[in-house]
């Protein structure tokens, strides 16, 4: 059974740093597509970035330059590296695992994962 477990969320002020974490179980991080995504309050949920198998990187135009996105194969677990945080980056966070095997910006685009954690709240105060 595959768990994904988020942590790292909390409240900073504008121009801050946070760092999210997802720790995976039952799933092999470093072999596999993986993504974050957010949801603001009363908007659609919008995809954060995606890192793919051998660690190729893509960000939402909004994020780019600011967040980050690792993976660390021996703790299984995968991290967004937030910096330079803004009142808009206010949202739930959450982690997506594919489970398709497919190419994975194109599974990034189309949010096709088979696996989501429950989230992890990132308020940023102006």
């Known amino acids: 059974q595959v768990q994904l477990v988020e942590s790292g969320g909390g409240s900073v002020q504008a121009g801050g740093s946070l760092r999210l974490s997802c720790s995976a179980s039952?799933?092999?991080?470093?072999?596999?597509?993986m993504a974050w995504f957010r949801q603001a309050p009363g908007k659609e949920r919008e995809g954060v970035g995606s890192?793919?198998?051998?660690?190729?990187?893509s960000y939402a135009v909004s994020v780019k330059g600011r967040f980050t996105i690792s993976k660390d194969n021996a703790k299984n677990t995968l991290y967004l590296q937030m910096d330079s945080l803004k009142p808009e980056d206010t949202a739930m966070y959450y982690c997506?695992?594919?489970?398709?095997?497919?190419?994975?910006?194109?599974?990034?685009?189309?949010?096709?994962?088979?696996?989501w954690g429950q989230g992890t709240q990132v308020s940023v105060s102006s």
């Open positions: 997506a695992a594919d489970s398709s095997g497919g190419d994975c910006y194109y599974v990034f685009l189309t949010r096709q994962f088979g696996y």
């Open positions: 039952g799933y092999a991080v470093g072999n596999n597509c």
């Open positions: 890192i793919d198998s051998d660690g190729t990187t």
